[in-house]
């Protein structure tokens, strides 16, 4: 097994030059014309033409949700805590002043496809198949409770935080949901390690990929790399926070894939879906892809599959903000995929001075950390600015490149503030 599939850019390189070579041969293509093509600029392209545009013949799953309750939302979602986007609600950063490092179940961000479905638990089944592995299972949820588990603290963000400033930074509206920064969340998440399924399930060596599929109304499913499932904190998760799962989080339960975009953590899960070749859906070919004149096609795919979130950094200060004259502690929080985060640098004039805010424990990989700088705020309109780096180096970079569906926005954010 590839341990370097782990890493959810490798993974994909990988899965898309298999699934060309399958298409290649069908088409008679001998190896060596298969390399050339694919050397050559277009080749890729040309490939594509000798098969389908996505494989989703190994999609669906069996049909166990209750119809949706009239609400969209099972928890409430009060105005002084949410954004309100219609079936996702987006964390307001001022609620998180002065709170703890987990955000509470109650303020954790929702992004949904559609309502939050309503499951019996007492009827539900999780089914672990596919040609990936030699003893297929059915478990109840019950079940699940008694095996190994284990909790871990992690952030899960969604593809398209940041997405409203490629219209107001760069000009260009993107599509989708317009979160600010506040579709971000940090949790104690506890479940059974999905190695511990898929050992049960005799996972064949042959087997490449896990999908996941929801109970949701369109069944949103994503693959991941076998070498990714077997990793030691990706989850099959039954509790938040120490409490159950709420249903807007995928009660009974969800999958939990540290350090990858939020939609590989499918919710609702009733399927996992073991394959021996590479798995194409909606959800790594037309859509959670980067589309734009700076993103060429990478067949099956419309454009580069969007794999790992970015390094970001936010103010738990409501947009635009007004503060008194005086002296503030001002407080905010700051993530990264790639590990922890190493600094945390702020300015009060627009950039054009930076120093260092204090970062507070704990700094958890693929979790994030809080930090705060003391500010005796004179009267005026000022631009705040943060910019994180995390421990393998990366920095939050000046601007990003538009994409149509507004992915990857980690530039540094100029956030207005008032003082009276």
């Keep these: 097994m590839r341990e370097d599939l782990r890493d959810e850019r490798t993974y994909w390189a990988e899965r898309r030059t298999e699934q060309l070579w399958r298409w290649a041969q069908a088409a008679g293509l001998s190896r060596r014309r ?33 119809p949706a309750k009239p609400q969209i939302h099972a928890k409430p979602t009060p105005s002084e805590l949410f954004i309100h986007h219609g079936t996702n609600q987006e964390m307001r950063w001022e609620a998180m002043y002065g709170r703890g490092y987990v955000m509470p179940n109650a303020m954790f961000f929702i992004r949904n496809h559609d309502p939050s479905p309503t499951i019996d638990v007492k ?41 409203v400033f490629h219209k107001e930074v760069l000009g260009k509206p993107a599509k989708g949901t317009q979160w600010r920064l506040g ?11 999905l190695k511990e399924i898929l050992d049960r399930a005799k996972l064949k060596r042959s087997a490449v990929d896990v999908m996941p599929t929801g109970l949701d109304t369109r069944k949103i499913e994503r693959p991941m790399s076998v070498a990714k499932a077997l990793e030691d904190d990706t989850l099959l998760v039954y509790a938040m926070n120490g409490d159950v799962l709420p249903a807007d989080h995928g009660f009974p339960v969800r999958v939990l894939v540290p350090g990858w975009i939020g939609i590989a953590n499918i919710k609702w899960v009733g399927r996992l879906f073991v394959s021996e070749e590479p798995v194409f859906v909606e959800k790594n070919t037309k859509d959670y892809v980067l589309i734009g004149p700076d993103f060429p096609e990478k067949p099956p795919a419309k ?42 640098e702020y300015s ?9 805010a204090q970062l507070r424990e704990p700094n ?5 950390v809080r930090w ?17 780096t995390d421990e393998k180096g990366n920095t939050q970079p000046e601007t990003v490149r538009w994409n149509e569906l507004g992915y990857e926005f980690s530039a540094v954010i100029r956030h207005p503030v008032t003082v009276t």
């Excluded at 958890?364 to 994030?368: D, E, F, S, Y």
């Design 348 to 356: 009060v004039d627009g950039g054009k001075t930076w120093a260092a």
């Design 303 to 344: 454009g580069p599959i969007l794999t790992l979130q970015t390094l970001k950094s936010a103010i738990a200060l409501p947009w635009p903000a007004t503060l008194s004259a005086g002296k503030h502690l001002t407080r905010g929080y700051a993530w990264s995929p790639h590990g922890k985060i190493a600094k945390v």
């Design 183 to 193: 579709a971000y969340g940090v949790a104690e998440w506890t479940g059974v390690p």
């Design 372 to 388: 705060e700088f003391a500010w005796d705020a004179k009267p005026g309109d000022y631009t705040v600015m943060t910019r994180a």
């Design 34 to 66: 298969f390399l050339r093509l694919l050397a050559g600029g277009g080749g890729a392209a040309a490939l594509a033409a000798f098969g389908p545009r996505a494989a989703g013949a190994q999609s669906g799953s069996p049909a166990q949700a209750q």
């Design 123 to 163: 009827t539900w089944r999780l089914k672990v198949e596919g040609p990936g592995v030699a003893h297929p299972l059915e478990l109840t949820y019950e079940e699940i409770l008694r095996l190994p588990s284990q909790s871990v603290v992690r952030y899960i963000e969604c593809a398209g935080n940041g997405r």
């Design 364 to 368: 958890l990989p693929r979790a994030g």
